[in-house]
């Protein structure tokens, strides 16, 4: 969906989407050594969930999902000029 003051250029992506891609990809360029723990967190909770795309399973382990979601928001928080 797109906002109201958003542009979508000729390739079918919006302005904005083409300001976060730019900014995506000058982090990896540090490396994934730039961001590890968030790594760990995501590869933990990928093998809590495992191939189990079942309702079940996420209700299952929300506490998890939401706590990485919590510390993924807070750890890229205190990264402005990476992820804004």
């Given at each position: 969906?797109?906002?109201d ?80």
């Open positions: 969906m797109v906002g003051n958003e542009y979508i250029s000729p390739s079918g992506k919006s302005e904005h989407f083409q300001r976060c891609l730019s900014r995506v990809r000058a982090a990896l360029a540090k490396g994934s050594g730039h961001f590890p723990e968030p790594l760990r967190w995501i590869a933990s909770l990928r093998t809590a969930l495992a191939e189990d795309s079942s309702t079940a399973n996420p209700e299952a382990h929300r506490t998890q999902l939401i706590g990485v979601r919590d510390r993924l928001t807070v750890w890229m928080q205190d990264r402005p000029a990476d992820y804004r």
